[in-house]
């Protein structure tokens, strides 16, 4: 049988002839390389020169918009800004400790209450609604680390009910609480 696949063949004349053409025509193929001496400006300007002829990718320009990577870039985007403003402010406490500057929260406070409604307004919501978010979809994510809502289906559904969470719960808090 193994006779039978050609297994066991010995090579023939024929075989070893087209073989060695074949390699042959490789070695046609194959480009002769030659190298010149250049300076490290020269061989940086031919990188340059070469990085010009690339095609730069599309990036987000040839894709539609989706919920998904909107939302999740929101995500990120908020935990970031509020973790910024958390350290911003405990830096802010440290450095006029040690400079012996009057800052406490009582001086916040009176800052505050000193601004015009509108400002106040404007400051309670830029502060309420990237909170909102961030917890509602800090909690979408959990309901995924335990398998649900996996499903494309569910994914839309549990990415609406944080938006509908966001602007219930941080209306309130800008605006009622």
Known sequence: MIARLGLLKKPTLNTIYNASKL???R???IRSISTIKASSTQEQ???VAQRKNRP???HLTIYEPQLTWIMSSFHRITGVAMAG???GLTCAYAATSILNIPFDSGMIVGAFASLPVIVKLG???ACAYPFVYHVANGIRHLIWDFGRELTLKGVYRTGYAVLAATAAIGSYFAFLW
């Open 56 to 58: 730069s990718s599309p």
């Open 85 to 87: 403003a958390f350290y």
């Open 27 to 29: 070695l046609a193929l």
């Open 23 to 25: 390699q042959s025509s």
């Open 123 to 125: 400051f309670k919501a």
């Open 45 to 47: 300007d031919i990188l």
